[in-house]
């Protein structure tokens, strides 16, 4: 089996996707624009050729690439990257290629999130009230309709980038004299935490291995004042929220994918969908669940493609969370006597690139325990400031 992996080598964990590709028996082909002799060696060895473009933004030039490939190994048969920035290119190179998978048909009911609202209430998911306001006057009409505070965020766009949570008339004509010219969606403030729903489908779009997350702020409010975040993944999840997230598998057509749901848990108990992404959550997230299960998702992953099924179930004998630090603050303890406080229960530790600090913090640990508790006391050593 020939797949074709863009850009194997960002962000810096995925390399870890092809070198299972090779452990289970597929032809991993790397396609990108970094120099070959800036990949890491456990990633040259795991692909069976790599094709280098001066940038990956030329269409023509990543045409080029695949046909190379077929030329040398054959038929294509899968093509990805678990990259949302990369969802669309791969969508259409496989409409070109006749690649099994998402084809352009599908990109507006898992990019827009006004499409992506129209399916939650299709499926019988209740949404935020709101909807995409192109002028002045279409943004005030929801605000009569909703109330203040409102958030606002592209209609096409990953994570908090460009988001705003407008409090009253000032913010609104801050927010219109400065938003980008995109379409924007703009719906009520719901107050509740986030929670996801996550995992992977098989070929038929059954959920073979799934995992939840609780994060401590949005990441919108994250982004927008520099703060700190960590977010943990769970033992047990709500029945409410598997049934949720499984309603989501089937009417979005996860299929052979991984998805990341998410949603807010209001002060009722109540759910109500916040986005569907079809690609593993961001940061360390896949990391994580091995931590947690004790098991290589990765290879998971690479075994539902190569031979339609996998080993790998989700025990969840432990808590997991990342915790972010930001290097704006001065924290009492230096990382190595951390190492030390937090003793076995720390498992990994590293440097954040800085394109995925605003977010996730300029430097991460992650710990793991089989009690909650000692989740939360290493949550408060690591955020502790001088």
């Not at 077929?70 to 990369?86: A, K």
């Not at 006749?98 to 939650?120: H, P, Q, Y």
């Not at 949720?244 to 009722?268: I, K, N, Q, S, Y």
């Not at 091995?290 to 493609?305: E, G, P």
Request: glycine residues 8%.
């Amino acid at each position: 089996m020939n797949v074709v992996f863009l850009s194997p080598h960002f962000p810096p964990n995925f390399f870890r996707f092809c070198v299972a590709l090779r452990s289970a028996g597929a032809t991993a082909l790397g396609l990108a624009d970094a120099p070959w002799d800036q990949l890491r060696p456990e990633l040259r060895a795991a692909l069976a050729e790599y094709y280098r473009v001066s940038d990956m933004h030329h269409y023509d030039e990543l045409l080029r690439a695949m046909g190379y490939f077929t030329f040398r190994h054959g038929r294509i048969d899968r093509l990805d990257s678990m990259s949302e920035y990369w969802l669309e290119t791969e969508a259409r190179l496989r409409d070109d290629f006749n690649v099994l998978g998402l084809r352009t048909a599908d990109m507006a009911r898992i990019k827009r999130k006004s499409e992506m609202k129209r399916l939650f209430q299709r499926a019988g998911i209740r949404v935020a009230r709101g909807r995409v306001c192109p002028t002045a006057k279409s943004v005030r009409d929801l605000v009569k309709e909703v109330g203040y505070p409102v958030v606002a965020k592209p209609d096409v766009g990953v994570g908090a980038a460009q988001t705003y949570k407008i409090h009253g008339e000032t913010e609104l004509e801050a927010y219109l004299a400065s938003k980008p010219p995109v379409d924007y969606i703009v719906e009520e403030f719901v107050p509740g935490g986030i929670v996801t729903y996550d995992g992977l489908a098989d070929r038929e779009g059954r959920v073979v291995f799934d995992a939840s997350l609780r994060y401590s702020r949005g990441v919108m409010e994250v982004v927008n004042e520099d703060a700190e975040m960590w977010y943990h993944a769970v033992r047990d999840i709500p029945q409410d929220l598997v049934d949720a997230g499984r309603t989501l598998v089937d009417a979005f057509g996860v299929r052979e994918r991984f998805f990341h749901f998410e949603f807010f848990r209001l002060e009722d108990g109540g759910l109500v969908a916040l986005e569907v992404n079809v690609r593993p959550p961001g940061g360390l997230t896949v990391d994580m669940w091995n931590y947690q299960n004790d098991v290589d998702v990765y290879r998971a992953w690479a075994d539902l493609i190569v031979r339609g099924q996998t080993e790998v179930r989700a025990s969840r004998p432990h808590f997991v969370a990342w915790v972010g630090r930001k290097d704006r603050f001065r924290y009492a303890l230096p990382a190595r006597e951390l190492r030390r406080e937090l003793g076995p229960a720390l498992v990994h530790h590293e440097r954040v690139q800085d394109i995925f600090a605003a977010a996730i913090g300029n430097e991460g640990f992650i710990v793991r325990s089989p009690e909650l508790g000692e989740i939360l006391e290493a949550v408060e050593a690591v955020h502790r400031k001088a």
